[in-house]
């Protein structure tokens, strides 16, 4: 029972702290943490979680997974991975998470398809999610999600997302809703080298939240990233490494009261287009 109740403090700290609409739609990916989660312009393959209309703007085919660590507790650790699958202007995107313990989780399987349309990139997905409580049973929803990225020139994109426009519920038994949150932004890309992103994200009961990344290619090989968000008052910081196959990025998240958290991911790429 000890156990039981302090796990369930520390997922209620971690939402009111982390995330203003809970663990459901925390950014997935190292590179976006980096960034301030400022992700909806991305095109990589954690687009599969972040904004499904990013996907298509991959270059090729790949497989990649990350782990995140919050507050040293087990508890509030998150795994996730994801397969996306190339295929001219389009892609294909498979992604599984868990996030909790025996005691709590939370689990998601989501299939998602993008679509490059001549500035603009469309995606849509459906993800099977799960949330378990010992005690207290299993509750299980479908959500939907909406994405696209555009083009505006060169230098500057558009992204939007919004998910769980469906208004689903934790289970079909519950009266609460899952959370419904509408994100947009633009990126600013003067050269290869540095992209700055501003992104405002709302969920519907909710104040909006606003955040800012930049990324800047210090090396040939080497990124540096920074973010911040008006949420809490966090700060953000990472670095990756990009070869032709491989991308490996960490992040680390500095809270004034709680201190760093911890976020790794990597991704491997089957070929080039």
């Known amino acids: 029972m000890k156990k039981l109740f302090f796990t369930y403090f520390s997922l209620v700290l971690f939402n009111n702290i982390f995330a203003q609409s809970g663990n459901e739609t925390l950014p997935k990916g190292?590179?976006?943490?980096?960034?301030?989660?400022?992700?909806?312009?991305?095109?990589?393959?954690?687009?599969?979680?972040?904004?499904?209309g990013g996907l298509s703007r991959i270059e090729s085919s790949q497989v990649t997974f990350s782990y995140d660590h919050r507050l040293n507790l087990e508890e509030l650790t998150t795994l996730?991975?994801?397969?996306?699958?190339?295929?001219?202007n389009s892609a294909f995107g498979l992604g599984v998470s868990n996030f909790g313990s025996d005691y709590f989780s939370q689990s998601q399987l989501g299939l998602g398809f993008s679509n490059q349309l001549g500035i603009a990139s469309l995606g849509i997905k459906v993800t099977y999610f799960q949330t378990s409580i010992e005690g207290f049973g299993t509750g299980r929803a479908a959500i939907i999600e909406f994405g696209g990225v555009a083009e505006l020139s060169p230098e500057l994109f558009f992204g939007a997302h919004?998910?769980?426009?469906?208004?689903a519920r934790y289970g079909k038994n519950s009266p609460d809703h899952l959370p419904t949150v509408v994100k947009a932004g633009l990126s600013y890309r003067a050269s290869d080298r540095v992209m700055?992103?501003?992104e405002a994200e709302k969920d519907i009961l909710l104040e909006p939240l606003v955040k800012i990344g930049l990324e800047y290619n210090m090396?040939?090989?080497?990124?540096?990233?920074?973010?911040l968000n008006t949420f809490a008052q966090s700060l953000f910081f990472g670095i990756g490494f990009k070869t032709r196959k491989i991308q490996i990025d960490y992040a680390m998240t500095q809270h004034p009261q709680l201190g760093f958290t911890h976020h790794f991911?990597?991704?491997?790429?089957?070929h080039e287009k």
């Open 162 to 167: 919004i998910y769980n426009p469906n208004r």
């Open 219 to 227: 090396l040939e090989k080497v990124w540096a990233r920074t973010g």
């Open 80 to 88: 996730a991975a994801a397969i996306a699958f190339k295929k001219d």
């Open 30 to 52: 190292a590179r976006s943490t980096g960034m301030g989660d400022a992700h909806v312009t991305l095109g990589d393959v954690w687009s599969v979680f972040n904004n499904i």
């Open 196 to 198: 700055l992103n501003i």
């Open 265 to 270: 991911s990597f991704n491997y790429s089957f």
